[in-house]
């Protein structure tokens, strides 16, 4: 079997046992008893246990071509700079989305406005990052990698954004998904990764801490609930969205000028010019992109979102 066809299969796998999992605990109401930081940690432990397994039994073969380098403090400071860049994006996907779904996002955030900050940094920002980057530009995209930068990063981002189950966060996760895979052939290193997915949902909890500090709870619950309207986003000018599509659309221009910074400063330019190009495909190591599995794989949580669609 290729690489490419297992790698579908592994991700099918995973999005089963996680889909599976959350019915469960929806039917038997255990779900209701969770908070933001055990229901953080169960979903991580979801996605990551089942991909482990498999890794396992197959000996961590897979995991071989995975690059775990340090990066060097400059390639910090522009792997930061670049995720802050790419915020203004994920806030307009968002609100995008909310024309037809509730902001979940928002959601979670009632949870934590009134937790301590460093805790919800740990459980909302580094903790996904750490989980995520390690699957999704770790183990998938090794197994896709074979096919070019320009296919995986597609793959990839797709396999990020339908792993969320929701779709308020599709949109903004596919497109940041994408970009972080091309951070990962401009920096050479999963770090950069996991740091950029680090600062982007950091900034939005320290947006949020910051939005409803010192306020008193009854005005914080308010501006919760204003913000996971489906409607609410209707309200807003017209002057405002194109505005924020101007700042998203600047964010992205200058987020593609610092990935290609990065790629310089890591003595990666030349390479990350010819991937980004698609002149990097690996001949005779790809396999079929598309099979039964990756097709099920994609399938099975647009369904399961349509199904929680649905029922609200």
Same mark, same amino acid.
């Given at each position: 079997?290729?690489?490419?066809?297992?790698?579908?299969?592994?991700?099918?796998?995973?999005?089963?046992?996680?889909?599976?999992?959350?019915?469960?605990?929806?039917?038997?109401?255990?779900?209701?008893?969770?908070?933001?930081?055990?229901?953080?940690?169960?979903?991580?432990?979801?996605?990551?246990?089942?991909?482990?397994?498999?890794?396992?039994?197959?000996?961590?073969?897979?995991?071989?071509?995975?690059?775990?380098?340090?990066?060097?403090?400059?390639?910090?400071?522009?792997?930061?700079? *670049?995720?802050?860049?790419?915020?203004?994006?994920?806030?307009?996907?968002?609100?995008?989305?909310?024309?037809?779904?509730?902001?979940?996002?928002?959601?979670?955030?009632?949870?934590?406005?009134?937790?301590?900050?460093?805790?919800?940094?740990?459980?909302?920002?580094?903790?996904?990052?750490?989980?995520?980057?390690?699957?999704?530009?770790?183990?998938?995209?090794?197994?896709?990698?074979?096919?070019?930068?320009?296919?995986?990063?597609?793959?990839?981002?797709?396999?990020?954004?339908?792993?969320?189950?929701?779709?308020?966060?599709?949109?903004?996760?596919?497109?940041?998904?994408?970009?972080?895979?091309?951070?990962?052939?401009?920096?050479?290193?999963?770090?950069?990764?996991?740091?950029?997915?680090?600062?982007?949902?950091?900034?939005?909890?320290?947006?949020?801490?910051?939005?409803?500090?010192?306020?008193?709870?009854?005005?914080?619950?308010?501006?919760?609930?204003?913000?996971?309207?489906?409607?609410?986003?209707?309200?807003?000018?017209?002057?405002?969205?194109?505005?924020?599509?101007?700042?998203?659309?600047?964010? !992205?221009?200058?987020?593609?000028? !610092?990935?290609?910074?990065?790629?310089?400063?890591?003595?990666?330019?030349?390479?990350?010019?010819?991937?980004?190009?698609?002149?990097?495909?690996?001949?005779?190591?790809?396999?079929?992109? *598309?099979?039964?599995?990756?097709?099920?794989? *994609?399938?099975?949580?647009?369904?399961?979102?349509?199904?929680?669609?649905?029922?609200?």
């Amino acid at each position: 079997m290729n690489r490419t066809k297992i790698g579908a299969r592994v991700y099918l796998i995973m999005v089963s046992v996680v889909i599976g999992v959350s019915l469960l605990l929806g039917l038997i109401g255990v779900g209701r008893l969770l908070n933001v930081y055990s229901d953080t940690s169960l979903s991580e432990l979801l996605y990551l246990a089942p991909v482990v397994v498999i890794l396992v039994q197959g000996r961590f073969e897979i995991l071989r071509g995975m690059k775990l380098k340090p990066v060097n403090i400059l390639t910090i400071l522009w792997t930061m700079l *670049f995720a802050a860049l790419l915020v203004p994006l994920c806030i307009l996907l968002n609100l995008l989305t909310q024309f037809l779904v509730p902001n979940v996002v928002a959601d979670m955030f009632s949870s934590i406005s009134r937790m301590p900050l460093l805790l919800n940094l740990l459980y909302c920002a580094c903790l996904p990052a750490l989980v995520e980057e390690y699957l999704f530009r770790g183990v998938f995209y090794q197994y896709f990698r074979p096919y070019g930068l320009l296919k995986t990063a597609l793959i990839t981002g797709l396999m990020f954004g339908l792993a969320h189950l929701n779709l308020n966060q599709f949109l903004y996760t596919v497109a940041i998904g994408v970009f972080f895979t091309f951070l990962k052939d401009a920096s050479g290193s999963l770090f950069a990764c996991m740091l950029a997915h680090s600062v982007v949902n950091g900034l939005n909890v320290l947006a949020q801490y910051i939005a409803t500090m010192n306020l008193p709870e009854n005005v914080t619950s308010a501006m919760v609930e204003a913000q996971s309207e489906t409607a609410s986003v209707s309200g807003l000018s017209l002057i405002y969205w194109i505005l924020l599509t101007a700042v998203a659309t600047a964010g !992205v221009i200058l987020a593609i000028i !610092v990935m290609r910074q990065i790629a310089k400063t890591c003595g990666r330019e030349k390479v990350f010019s010819e991937a980004a190009k698609g002149r990097d495909r690996r001949r005779g190591k790809e396999g079929k992109l *598309f099979s039964v599995e990756l097709i099920i794989g *994609f399938a099975l949580p647009l369904i399961y979102m349509g199904f929680r669609l649905l029922l609200h």
